[in-house]
């Protein structure tokens, strides 16, 4: 996190006015991945690089958005914000915005400095610390005190409606919820949530491939398409079953012949991701860490081979961080096609895995990763 008291000399010097600060931290996702929209599990821990924002009220009714990474302030009349978003950063502390005034909250005029130290762009979820630090920001301002999940749905909205990106609910979740030292585990069915503590000893470590392999979006539908249409066919058989979080690997045994052979690919990764993300909180919460790599592991080959979501570097990367002292576990991580892994390291030898790792990806692909060592993090809260 940036440093604080440099934070609000910042946006006196700017707004002329004494800030109220509140944090929201980026996210990884230790485990689960395209198992949200089958209304599955996820597992992800709030990190330590967040988004710092300052709240100040005005009294021109003007609604002043300075972002320190970006260097530029923009101004909008709080009585008329724009109806639809411009293509600009600003799109995400206006979209929270929005979504609050259509909740039936009056706006009033205020300056928002923002300034975050999670990189943008790399899959950590800057856009989500940004949207729960101003949801934060102005629910404060205004009086108005939102449990952690509803404030998180709020901001998944923004991101949804205004924005227009088509995100799940886990990047909010977390990093309006995320808890110190813990990861976190999610039901996206009913966004009912249990804490698994990570040892003091353990480092998160991130590795960006530094690739992000061209991906028309079509992957991401055809994808989706695969896992509904192997749902559709075992719901045939057994109607109880709504998404792929209701049925088991014997369902594809079963029936898995009536489905092409992607789509059985892809059910199974989906299916069997959803039980190895409740076995990893449950190896978390026993403590058993040779058990959490183990599904870390088989996580990522199934990500790779059965959803084929992942890539040469990315395999490369996850391949290459087994035979470092320290590994507990490595997968990659995010949507795919790229990005990040995450390691799970002891945190005494956080440093020189990430020199090993390092040199060794270099020396295999010519390519330099940038690579950070994080730790779980608190959720988003008021600095006092
Ligand atoms: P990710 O969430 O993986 O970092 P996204 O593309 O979803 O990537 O979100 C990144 C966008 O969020 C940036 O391009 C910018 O518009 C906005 N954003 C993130 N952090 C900040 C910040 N500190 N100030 C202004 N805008 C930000
Ligand atoms: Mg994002």
Same mark, same amino acid.
């Given at each position: 996190?940036?440093?604080?008291?440099?934070?609000?000399?910042?946006?006196?010097?700017?707004?002329?006015?004494?800030?109220?600060?509140?944090?929201?931290?980026?996210?990884?996702?230790?485990?689960?991945?395209?198992?949200?929209?089958?209304?599955?599990? +996820?597992?992800?821990?709030?990190?330590?690089?967040?988004?710092? =924002?300052?709240?100040?009220?005005?009294?021109?009714?003007?609604?002043?958005?300075?972002?320190?990474?970006?260097?530029?302030?923009?101004?909008?009349?709080?009585?008329?914000?724009?109806?639809?978003?411009?293509?600009?950063?600003?799109?995400?502390?206006?979209?929270?915005?929005?979504?609050?005034?259509?909740?039936?909250?009056?706006?009033?005029?205020?300056?928002?400095?923002?300034?975050?130290?999670?990189?943008?762009?790399?899959?950590?979820?800057?856009?989500?610390?940004?949207?729960?630090?101003?949801?934060?920001? +102005?629910?404060?301002?205004?009086?108005?005190?939102?449990?952690?999940? +509803?404030?998180?749905?709020?901001?998944?909205?923004?991101?949804?409606?205004?924005?227009?990106?088509?995100?799940?609910?886990?990047?909010?979740?977390?990093?309006?919820?995320? =808890?110190?030292?813990?990861?976190?585990?999610?039901? %996206?069915?009913?966004?009912?949530?249990?804490? $698994?503590p990570?040892p003091?000893?353990?480092?998160?470590?991130?590795?960006?491939?530094?690739?992000?392999?061209?991906?028309?979006?079509?992957?991401?539908?055809?994808?989706?398409?695969?896992?509904?249409?192997?749902?559709?066919?075992? $719901?045939?058989?057994?109607?109880?079953?709504?998404?792929?979080?209701?049925?088991?690997?014997?369902?594809?045994?079963?029936?898995?012949?009536?489905?092409?052979?992607?789509?059985?690919?892809?059910?199974?990764?989906?299916?069997? @991701?959803?039980?190895?993300?409740?076995?990893?909180?449950?190896?978390l919460i026993n403590h058993n860490l040779? @058990?959490?790599?183990?599904?870390?592991?088989?996580?990522?080959?199934?990500?790779?081979?059965?959803?084929?979501?992942?890539?040469?570097?990315?395999?490369?990367?996850?391949?290459?961080?087994?035979?470092?002292?320290?590994?507990?576990?490595?997968?990659?991580?995010?949507?795919?096609?790229?990005? %990040?892994?995450?390691?799970?390291?002891?945190?005494?030898?956080?440093? =020189?895995?990430?020199?090993?790792?390092?040199?060794?990806?270099?020396?295999?692909?010519?390519?330099?990763?940038?690579?950070?060592? %994080?730790?779980?993090?608190?959720?988003?809260?008021?600095? @006092?």
């Amino acid at each position: 996190m940036h440093d604080i008291a440099i934070f609000r000399s910042l946006h006196r010097a700017r707004f002329e006015a004494e800030p109220t600060l509140y944090v929201a931290p980026g996210r990884v996702n230790l485990i689960g991945e395209h198992t949200d929209y089958a209304e599955g599990f +996820v597992m992800p821990a709030a990190i330590d690089f967040a988004t710092l =924002a300052g709240i100040s009220p005005r009294a021109d009714g003007k609604i002043a958005l300075f972002s320190e990474n970006y260097g530029e302030v923009r101004y909008f009349d709080a009585a008329e914000l724009p109806a639809k978003a411009g293509k600009h950063w600003t799109d995400y502390p206006l979209g929270v915005i929005s979504i609050l005034a259509g909740e039936g909250h009056r706006v009033p005029g205020f300056s928002l400095s923002l300034w975050g130290d999670v990189p943008l762009g790399s899959g950590l979820s800057s856009s989500a610390a940004v949207e729960v630090a101003t949801a934060l920001a +102005v629910t404060g301002l205004i009086g108005v005190n939102y449990p952690g999940p +509803v404030l998180a749905r709020l901001c998944q909205r923004a991101e949804n409606e205004f924005v227009g990106a088509n995100c799940g609910i886990m990047d909010q979740f977390i990093s309006a919820n995320g =808890a110190k030292d813990h990861a976190l585990l999610l039901d %996206c069915r009913d966004l009912s949530f249990k804490l $698994a503590p990570i040892p003091h000893n353990v480092a998160l470590v991130i590795a960006n491939t530094m690739v992000k392999h061209a991906i028309t979006g079509g992957e991401y539908t055809s994808r989706r398409a695969e896992v509904e249409a192997a749902c559709a066919v075992i $719901a045939s058989h057994r109607p109880g079953v709504k998404f792929l979080r209701d049925a088991t690997v014997e369902d594809l045994e079963k029936w898995g012949p009536e489905m092409t052979p992607n789509s059985l690919k892809r059910a199974r990764h989906v299916i069997t @991701e959803n039980t190895r993300t409740v076995a990893a909180a449950e190896a978390l919460i026993n403590h058993n860490l040779a @058990e959490l790599g183990r599904l870390m592991a088989e996580a990522h080959w199934s990500y790779s081979q059965d959803f084929e979501a992942s890539c040469e570097e990315a395999d490369a990367m996850v391949a290459l961080a087994q035979n470092l002292p320290g590994l507990i576990g490595a997968r990659l991580t995010g949507g795919g096609f790229g990005g %990040c892994t995450i390691n799970l390291v002891e945190q005494d030898q956080a440093a =020189a895995f990430v020199e090993g790792l390092g040199g060794l990806y270099a020396g295999q692909t010519g390519i330099v990763p940038q690579i950070h060592i %994080c730790h779980a993090s608190g959720g988003a809260h008021r600095i @006092e």
